[in-house]
Nanobody, 117 residues
Framework: QVQLVESGGGLVQPGGSLRLSCAAS????????MGWYRQTPGKQRELVAT???????LYADSVKGRFTISRDNAKNTVYLQMNSLKPEDTAVYYC???????????WGQGIQVTVSS
């Protein structure tokens, strides 16, 4: 089992910034992928960004140039730096942890990000 603890959400004005963190513990895979997804009411959960243990990153088109995903492999922690936030970024953000091929996947409890004036 893998446990995920998310932090860093909250309320921010349009154009502002937030940084999300997600720390994994437990049965950590030697090669893994950590990332962030988000979901709004009535919509499917969607990819925001992921980053593999080796450093390969993937971003949704809607966040490219504004969000940056990073990892501290020694701490089994992934970060999401969100800049130039827009109201449409408002969602519950979920941390996702998996082995490299995605056979085993774990989700965090979700953290609310609200972008509003």
């Amino acid at each position: 089992q893998v446990q995920l603890v998310e932090s860093g959400g909250g309320l921010v004005q349009p154009g502002g910034s937030l940084r999300l963190s997600c720390a994994a513990s437990g049965s950590i895979f030697s090669i893994d992928v950590m990332g962030w997804y988000r979901q709004t009411p009535g919509k499917q959960r969607e990819l925001v960004a992921t980053k593999s243990f080796g450093g390969n990153a993937l971003y949704a088109d809607s966040v490219k140039g504004r969000f940056t995903i990073s990892r501290d492999n020694a701490k089994n922690t992934v970060y999401l730096q969100m800049n130039s936030l827009k109201p449409e970024d408002t969602a519950v953000y979920y941390c996702r942890y998996s082995d490299y091929v995605g056979s085993y996947t774990y989700w965090g409890q979700g953290i609310q990000v609200t972008v509003s004036s």
